[in-house]
């Protein structure tokens, strides 16, 4: 019933842009967690940034602070990943997901915290 789609990935040049868009249906409570990951085949699944349709709150890995940033259009459940100075090591699948709120403390950025899974999108930056 819930689904996640992501687009705008691509192939681009190291040091170039993008922004990823990942939409919601199926899903209409006020109040929720949406993050990006981003996984290379053979390796564990990353947590890329989170923020909260609250919008009090935003999250980063290191590797992608100050140079990606997450926002969220809580009307439209819409989530945005703008991805500026792209490197060879951004290259991945990158995922949406989405936490229903619920009690209890929990880690932003850990896979296994998310309800719902988008199918991904491809994200290819070269030398």
């Known amino acids: 019933q819930v689904q996640l789609v992501e687009s705008g990935g691509g192939s681009v040049q190291a040091g170039g842009s993008l922004r990823l868009s990942c939409t919601v249906s199926?899903?209409?409570?006020?109040?929720?967690?949406m993050a990006w990951f981003r996984q290379v085949p053979g390796k564990q699944r990353e947590g890329v940034a989170t923020?909260?349709?609250?919008?009090?709150?935003?999250y980063y890995a290191d590797s992608v602070k100050g140079r990606f940033t997450i926002s969220l259009d809580n009307a439209n459940h819409v989530m945005y990943l703008q991805m500026n100075t792209l490197e060879p090591e951004d290259s991945a699948t990158y995922y949406c997901?989405?936490?229903?709120?619920?009690?209890?403390?929990?880690?932003?950025?850990?896979?296994?915290?998310?309800?719902?899974w988008g199918q991904g999108t491809q994200v290819t930056v070269s030398s």
């Open positions: 199926g899903f209409t409570d006020t109040s929720y967690y």
């Open positions: 997901a989405l936490r229903r709120w619920r009690t209890g403390s929990w880690v932003r950025l850990a896979e296994y915290e998310y309800d719902y």
């Open positions: 923020c909260y349709s609250g919008g009090h709150s935003t």
